[in-house]
């Protein structure tokens, strides 16, 4: 197990709108890294512990993909926003605490002040990356504008103004997201050589090909 006080050697910070398929990507490279060398941190996830707590709400529900948390989301981003202009670390510092795996895959940054918070304090290890998709595709997801959300920073602060590390194409017609995802896996194999390498090298050359 890697001892926290290590700190991570790849923070892969993923932004993109909702239902890109961030979490559906991010899901596919914790599978083929295996739990023991990555972990998937949501900034979303002690934020809406604590907006459940606060407002006795269902947390499993809010956690989940269902309609539920869509009736509060537009509540939960305010409320988010204040706790984080009072402390832009907030949420990314509840989230990271007690990772140890050596590669952090944080799925959700949606503002600038989240991907400022990773570069830095891990200036070394981050790379961003941008998950997008068109209109068409995520409307097929179930996605359809919500004004107050979609028009908000919630879902535009990483839309200019940041030059991401990886973009990656969640589309059909896009090359298979083995592909492109192939150039990040390489990367988690390179940092994680020393300590994780063998078990990592064997699975990612192994048999376990991303089933897409
Ligand atoms: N490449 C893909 N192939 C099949 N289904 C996908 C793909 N990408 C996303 N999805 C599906 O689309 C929906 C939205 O994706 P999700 O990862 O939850 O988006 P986000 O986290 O960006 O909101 C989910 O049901 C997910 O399984
Ligand atoms: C209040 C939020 O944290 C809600 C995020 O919920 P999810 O992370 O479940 O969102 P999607 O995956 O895009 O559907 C947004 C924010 O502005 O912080």
């Not at 103004?161 to 059909?172: K, L, S």
Request: glycine fraction near 8%.
């Amino acid at each position: 197990m890697e001892d926290r006080v290590s700190g991570p050697k790849l923070v892969l910070v993923f932004t993109g709108k909702r239902k890109s398929g961030k979490d559906y990507v991010t899901d596919l490279i914790q599978n083929r890294l295996g739990t023991d060398v990555c972990c998937v941190l949501r900034l979303s996830g002690p934020l809406k512990h604590q907006y459940a707590q606060e407002h006795g709400l269902d947390l499993e529900q809010l956690l989940g993909p269902g309609l539920y948390k869509e009736q509060y989301r537009a509540d939960m981003i305010q409320w988010g926003e204040t706790r984080r202009r009072q402390d832009p670390g907030f949420f990314c510092r509840l989230a990271t605490r007690g990772a140890w795996q050596p590669v952090w895959v944080v799925s959700d940054a949606r503002r600038l002040s989240d991907l400022q918070w990773f570069w830095s304090e891990f200036p070394q290890q981050t790379q961003s990356v941008r998950v997008q998709s068109s209109e068409k595709t995520r409307k097929q997801r179930g996605w359809s504008f919500s004004t107050g959300v979609d028009d908000a920073e919630s879902e535009c602060g990483l839309d200019s103004g940041v030059e991401f590390d990886w973009i990656i194409t969640n589309e059909a017609d896009a090359p298979s997201l083995e592909e492109q995802l192939q150039p990040i896996l390489k990367l988690a194999e390179v940092v994680t050589l020393n300590t994780e390498g063998f078990s990592l090298q064997q699975r990612l050359m192994g048999d376990s090909h991303l089933t897409l």
